[in-house]
């Protein structure tokens, strides 16, 4: 009897853990991107402006993979449908960091921390740290995104002034002699709105964002939104979902304090006229 018993609890646990590492599967994203084409009222020449603006376009808008199991997900760009720029690349580095390129991100939620894998300027960064509880507040709206149906929530985050002011100073209004001509509020925090399903009752979502009872499908983040636009579920290759083990090793408040003397350097450039990106230089 003993064993019999023993037997059945041993078949149910295999039967679990073949469940689990069964459930798993990949979501399409594409992001779309609303642009201030007025640059803080610079005076910047026609043909310029359009260049820019094309650039600016290839930046934002993207299609990112999201692969899921119960525990873990990687999140990364879709690079082979990547339109390069006319300087070689999409956007460049500069146009890379306004858009908030995801990089690769792996976030694993049993242990409730992430791996992120960034290339900026030359140089490549493996940012490790605690994943964010964000404190959704749920909404009654409900709506269809595909064949699933969606539940709202939202979220207000702070931001981070050191970078997103940063680039919102570059493009402030400038007389000829360098004196700026008006100055910009930078807000200091943003609601998020995300929409989820819960016929896949995973607590992941696409780049940062996670911790609702289904998978997010949609989220507006200020003039960003991601929208999901096709769901693969326990297709028959195996997938592995691992984070990412190549670059210098820095926390995320490391990082940010990296990119924010980066951007007060470009910042100065472009006040001397030396364009966006500044003269280039690598990260050290």
């Known amino acids: 009897m003993?064993?019999?018993?023993?037997?059945?609890?041993?078949?149910?646990?295999?039967?679990?853990?073949?469940?689990?590492?069964?459930?798993?599967?990949?979501?399409?994203?594409?992001?779309?991107t609303t642009i201030d084409a007025n640059f803080g009222g610079r005076e910047i020449p026609e043909a310029r402006r359009k260049q820019i603006m094309e650039r600016m376009k290839n930046?934002?808008?993207?299609?990112?993979?999201?692969?899921?199991?119960?525990t873990s997900s990687f999140y990364v760009e879709d690079e082979q449908l990547e339109a390069p720029s006319a300087s070689g690349g999409r956007g460049g580095g500069f146009f890379r960091m306004m858009s908030g390129d995801a990089g690769k991100h792996y976030k694993n939620i049993k242990d409730v921390n992430y791996t992120k894998q960034v290339e900026m300027f030359g140089k490549l960064f493996l940012i490790k740290d605690d994943l964010e509880k964000l404190e959704?507040?749920?909404?009654?709206?409900?709506?269809?995104?595909?064949?699933?149906?969606?539940?709202?929530?939202?979220?207000?985050?702070?931001?981070?002034?050191?970078?997103?002011?940063?680039?919102?100073r570059m493009f402030r209004g400038r007389r000829g002699?360098?004196?700026?001509?008006?100055?910009?509020?930078?807000?200091?925090?943003?609601?998020?709105?995300?929409?989820?399903?819960?016929?896949?009752?995973?607590?992941?979502?696409?780049?940062?964002?996670?911790?609702?009872?289904?998978?997010?499908?949609?989220?507006?983040?200020?003039?960003?939104?991601?929208?999901?636009?096709?769901?693969?579920?326990?297709?028959?290759?195996?997938?592995i979902v691992a984070p990412p083990k190549k670059g210098k090793e820095v926390s995320q408040k490391e990082y940010d304090g990296i990119m924010a003397e980066k951007i007060k350097e470009m910042r100065e450039n472009f006040r001397r006229g030396d364009g966006p990106g500044g003269r280039g230089r690598r990260i050290n």
């Not at 911790?211 to 999901?228: A, F, M, Q, S, Y």
């Open 2 to 32: 003993k064993n019999n018993i023993f037997f059945v609890i041993v078949f149910f646990c295999l039967l679990a853990t073949t469940y689990c590492q069964e459930f798993q599967g990949k979501a399409y994203y594409e992001s779309k």
């Open 59 to 70: 930046a934002f808008e993207k299609t990112f993979i999201l692969t899921f199991d119960r």
């Open 136 to 168: 959704w507040q749920m909404g009654s709206e409900t709506k269809k995104i595909g064949d699933y149906t969606c539940y709202m929530a939202t979220v207000t985050k702070q931001i981070d002034t050191s970078t997103s002011g940063g680039f919102r």
């Open 177 to 239: 002699n360098g004196e700026n001509t008006e100055k910009i509020e930078v807000p200091t925090e943003k609601t998020i709105t995300a929409w989820y399903t819960l016929d896949i009752p995973i607590s992941q979502g696409p780049g940062e964002y996670w911790g609702l009872p289904g998978l997010i499908l949609e989220v507006n983040d200020d003039r960003t939104t991601l929208i999901c636009t096709k769901i693969v579920m326990n297709a028959k290759d195996r997938i």
